[in-house]
């Protein structure tokens, strides 16, 4: 969601900035811009194509001083005039992720002060906000500083000025925003991949850093305006790690890579013989015997992986769990309780209702904190006490897949860490859950094998306008997460249902024209599934049944049976996940649509 890169360097850093913004195209967005600084002169280009439109735009354009921007619209409609960079009177201009609260108010000063509106975004009045008090004498570092003290929001900013061309200014709150140290060159921007071509040396900037980026150096001055060292780190990420390869889209790379993925996350675990605390963090021990509940708070697709944890960590760690989505927690009226374990899962580590969420929960009182996610470096990491990092690597499809599954495997992880310090895991159970974590890679690639016969059943899905998919247990929430990523990226209405729930409403809706997908793992609730699959059945529902080896479910007239290789007990969620990733991938393929950046939707949902 919005993407921002900026250069200043002693060469052209326009194909810097293209580049960058390309490999920002994932976080999502719908219309792209940059401004360069040359000769005294601003030149900006806006458009609400691709980036491959706006490099199209800027061929004659160079500079070596510039900032860019993807944009993801919040105030104001796509367009070309709402597009970033804002400029104030071709003077100054700026480039900004966040959402700036008091933005009507500035505006009604600012226009009585005389400045033109040109947009309805928010941005543009930091824009006549710089220029209003860099025009009364004070540097644009200054002039900066000064207007973000008067801003009310999140925010992330670039800002350059035709008369400083040896200047680039940023700053950050709420939103990511980083440094790139080059030799003689420096860079910003809202996540390593923009800037992996020219640097992986990375400065990670603090809420409230203003940042003054020269050709010589930079300086960096706090939240309270005192000049500050902030450590230079090398980014682990690799180029190839971020390009697509041989795979026609990231999504598609990304369910590929999911058994060295999950191997990554449980390296560390699956090389000892016994779980300690200690992978969650030094504090964990002691903050795990303190507890006596846990509260999830998540969104999307990291909230379903919250949902599976429910099961697990109630049914072997005997500890109630409450799982909540992060932007109605954080204005609900709740009843803090001081001995939960506050767990916030993320892939991004960013999404702006989860921080709140967390914060909120802080402020309530809670203390215990935990964050399972896949940026270290991330705020909802630096908000907690504890730690678990998913080794995912990095995710740009928009429709979250190997970040969620290395999510439950985390969350397994917790569960039995709880399980075990609660006197419920003996040590026989303690080795054949580690080997069952071994072995899961390897059971998630034979799974991707189905890969050829799920395609042929995405064929089926090309003219359907409506999905149901059931699921019964902790399977319940893989069925949430098949109809999330079919309507994510096909935009087929889907609708995930408990099995049990079938005949209170949704049983109404069945059809021949509506497609039921069922999540059939070799369970407790398999005889029960069954008869609910025989009820749709019985309404001319077509039926398509992911059923393990064992449960002896066959195909039939109107029911379809991927047979899964094996079945998997407590880890069945995971395995269960990948057909459904696969399917929507393919009736996506049918249906034409942009895999890895649906229409609407970001990858970083960095505003509430
Ligand atoms: C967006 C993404 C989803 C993701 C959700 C939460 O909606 O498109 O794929 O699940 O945000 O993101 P997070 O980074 O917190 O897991």
Not at 350 to 378: F, M, R, Y
């Amino acid at each position: 969601m919005c993407g921002i890169v900026g250069a200043i360097a002693q060469r052209n850093v326009v194909p810097i900035l293209l580049e960058g913004l390309q490999r920002l195209e994932y976080r999502g967005y719908d219309s792209a811009g940059l401004a360069v600084v040359k000769e005294g002169q601003l030149q900006c280009v806006r458009s609400t194509g691709r980036v491959a439109d706006l490099r199209e735009r800027s061929a004659a354009t160079e500079g070596p001083l510039g900032i860019a921007h993807t944009r993801w619209a919040t105030h104001g409609v796509p367009s070309e005039r709402n597009a970033h960079p804002h400029l104030s009177n071709d003077r100054i201009a700026v480039v900004h992720n966040g959402i700036i609260e008091n933005y009507e108010e500035l505006r009604a000063s600012l226009t009585v002060a005389g400045y033109v509106f040109t947009s309805d975004t928010d941005t543009e009045v930091i824009a006549h906000l710089i220029h209003s008090h860099y025009a009364q004498g004070l540097s644009l570092l200054a002039a900066t500083q000064v207007s973000l003290s008067e801003l009310v929001g999140a925010y992330a900013i670039g800002v350059v000025a035709c008369d400083e061309p040896d200047r680039l200014i940023c700053a950050r709150r709420g939103s990511p925003l980083l440094l790139g140290v080059g030799i003689g060159e420096y860079f910003i921007a809202s996540d390593v991949s923009a800037l992996l071509p020219v640097t992986r040396q990375v400065v990670y900037l603090e809420e409230g850093d203003v940042v003054e980026l020269k050709r010589d150096g930079y300086r960096i001055f706090d939240a309270g305006g005192a000049q500050i060292e902030r450590p230079v780190q090398t980014s682990e990420l690799s180029n190839e790690s971020v390009e697509l390869g041989a795979y026609r889209h990231y999504m598609q790379k990304e369910i590929h890579e999911q058994p060295q993925a999950l191997a990554n996350t449980l390296e560390s675990v699956c090389n000892s013989q016994s779980l300690v605390p200690g992978i969650f963090g030094a504090e964990a021990a002691a903050t795990f015997a303190d507890i006596d509940s846990i509260l999830i708070l998540a969104c999307g697709t990291s909230n379903h992986a919250g949902q599976v944890a429910r099961y697990w960590l109630e049914e072997l760690a005997g500890i109630p769990c409450r799982v909540e989505v992060a932007s109605e927690y954080r204005y609900r009226v709740s009843v803090p309780n001081p001995k939960a374990l506050v767990v916030v899962i993320s892939q991004s580590g960013e999404t702006a209702d989860t921080q709140a969420a967390l914060n909120h929960a802080k402020a309530q009182g809670h203390v215990h904190t935990l964050a399972i996610c896949n940026v270290p470096e991330s705020a909802l990491v630096r908000l907690s006490k504890l730690r678990l990092l998913t080794r995912a690597g990095p995710e740009i499809g928009v429709a979250s897949t190997k970040a969620f599954t290395t999510q439950l495997a985390a969350l397994f992880l917790l569960t039995l860490v709880l399980a075990k310090q609660r006197g419920r895991l003996t040590e026989q159970q303690e080795s054949q859950y580690l080997h069952e974590l071994r072995h899961l890679p390897s059971a998630v690639q034979k799974v991707l094998d189905l890969e050829p016969q799920i395609a042929k059943l995405a064929e089926r899905f090309a003219d359907k306008h409506n999905a149901l998919f059931l699921g019964r247990g902790m399977h319940f929430p893989i069925a949430l997460e098949g109809a999330l990523k079919l309507k994510e990226i096909s935009y087929i209405h889907a609708e995930a249902y408990p099995a049990g729930e079938l005949k209170h409403g949704p049983l109404a809706l069945v059809d021949k024209d509506m497609p039921v997908i069922s999540v059939a793992p070799n369970d407790a609730l398999l005889e029960k599934l069954k008869s609910n699959l025989q009820e749709v059945r019985a309404r001319g529902g077509e039926l398509y049944v992911f059923a393990d080896a064992d449960t002896h479910i066959r195909e039939a007239d109107g029911i379809h049976v991927m047979q899964m290789p094996e079945h998997a007990g407590y880890l069945s969620p995971i395995l269960h996940t990948i057909p459904l990733q696969l399917l929507a991938y393919y009736v996506a393929l049918q249906k034409g649509t942009d895999v890895d950046k649906p229409r609407n939707l970001a990858k970083s949902v960095t505003v509430e």
